[in-house]
């Protein structure tokens, strides 16, 4: 308990250095390093594309919801859904989560598993693709939609966020980015860091539409809690050994983690537990989620066998 109180101190500290509001400079300089200025500084480039991308999908929905009826195409809850994933994606890659994330191993991976658990699901449920479409004029809506329909795209669009090929980019996405030589390329390049996190949310993109896509039959289900409980495995296999490791993985963040109270295998370790368990259960809630629906289909479709075999008993 000492251990967890010592951590959730240094987080606040933290946290609370990030804004300076009632604290003289001293008090926390040995743990902000001279690494103060720019916390709150804004990721401008991010800032506008998150802005465009929120304009255009509530454009979208309006203009949808104009053309046939509020709720029609795109539901209020899924709008909600959607927000509420944008405002978590927001979250992430903005100050102070983004601008600490580069100096605490930890802080990165609440970043990331914000990314690709919480966010990406939350979007993926908003039904974007519709929305982003009603938001451009008609010719072009036409246009886009005659090529969303043309054999080869719907097939590679099908392949993409099959159950097994979904799965598979996303478990490369986490792993390969994992690698200490990437991770420590992301962590010198802002550009590599931009890529490294368009890399996440992507593959968590398509590996969320393949699980939540409007698909009710007993077979997806059961495909998605295989998926889901995998995604659980492997990502937990790589906390546990983030957690576990007495070496740090990242040497980049030894100077960076020590200016916040941490030696850099604490920060790993404690970024291996992000991973592994608000991480792991998040996909294993989901699988839960899943089985239930998978359990009543079947037993519905059962219940249908049994009243088709009564009928040809009684005919």
Known sequence: MSALRDTARRWGLAFVGCSGFGWPQAAFAHHIAGHKEGLWQPEWPVAAILA????????????????????RGVARGEVACFIAGWMVLAAALMPPVHTLGEMLFSVHMVEHELLMAVAAPLLVLGRPLIAFLWALPQSARRDLG????ARAVHRVWLFA????????IHALALWVWHLPALFEAALARE???????????????????????????AESRGAAVISLFATSLHSGILGALLTLGTVSWYPLYGGRSAAWGFTAVEDQQLAGLVMWVPGGFVYMGAALAFAAMWLKESETRTRRWETALLKERHS
């Open 161 to 168: 966020t099959s159950a097994l090929v979904a799965w598979m």
């Open 52 to 71: 465009v991308s929120l304009w255009f999908y509530l454009r979208g929905v309006q203009r949808l919801w104009r053309a046939a009826s509020p709720g």
């Open 146 to 149: 005659s090529l969303s329909r």
């Open 191 to 217: 550009l590599v860091h931009s890529l490294q996190h368009v890399c996440f949310l992507g593959a968590a993109l398509l590996y969320w539409t393949s699980l939540l896509r409007l698909r009710h039959d």
